[in-house]
């Protein structure tokens, strides 16, 4: 069932094309999944409990994905190179080229992770901005009205505050000075 000329190479040359169609397999099987949105490790139910609450590295060096990366680079550089130099030299050079294989992937992946934004609202963004007046506010902190104003392009209603002697009222502009006590205070524009 192997051909001839396959089962006629020395025993590393066939472990370096073992190591390498597995990888690949497995590899094109990830990329398959990653690109319809899911990944290998969905719904993976494990026996042990383990506290991974803290961990804040977005990958591991030591997972399945790696093992794969490190596998590529590892095989692919013993199949291009066998019988072109030392067997020792090439095991050790295939190790490199796996490791190397395994950071570009790091590199790869922390990269992509810079793309993320987070629109997490945070009430400390809103300070200095420029805001509507939706309720009026009473005078002197005798009461609160609210404002609207639109933080990384969603609108929030928030209450507000004003120190000024006079009422601010619907509709006209006003600026967040401060924010004490997750409260908002605003003065007319």
């Known amino acids: 069932m192997i051909p001839e000329f396959f089962s006629e190479m020395p025993a590393l040359q066939q472990a370096f094309w073992y190591l390498a169609f597995f990888a690949s ?20 139910n494990a026996d042990f409990d383990g506290d991974f609450h803290n961990v804040e590295a977005p990958f591991e060096l030591f997972s399945f994905r790696n093992l794969i990366n ?15 130099m030392n067997e ?7 190790f490199v080229v796996g490791i190397i294989f395994v950071g570009i992937f ?3 992946i922390k990269q992509i992770l810079k793309l993320q934004e987070d629109n997490t609202f945070n009430l400390n963004n809103t300070l200095e901005k420029t805001a509507q007046v939706y309720i009026n506010i009473p005078p002197h902190k005798s009461g609160f009205g609210k404002i609207q104003l639109s933080i990384n392009g969603s609108f929030h209603e928030l ?3 004003t120190e000024d002697e006079e009422k601010i009222n619907s509709g006209e502009s006003v600026r967040i000075v401060r ?3 997750q409260i908002l205070f605003v003065e007319k524009i």
Do not use: M, R
């Open 70 to 84: 490190f596998l590529l680079g590892f095989g692919w550089t013993g199949v291009a190179f066998y019988g072109k």
């Open 159 to 161: 209450e507000a505050f």
């Open 106 to 108: 790091f590199f790869i």
């Open 25 to 44: 397999l497995i590899f094109i099987f990830q990329t398959i999944l990653t690109l319809f949105g899911t990944d290998a490790s969905a719904d993976l």
């Open 179 to 181: 924010i004490e006590n």
């Open 88 to 94: 020792v030299f090439l095991v050790i050079i295939a």
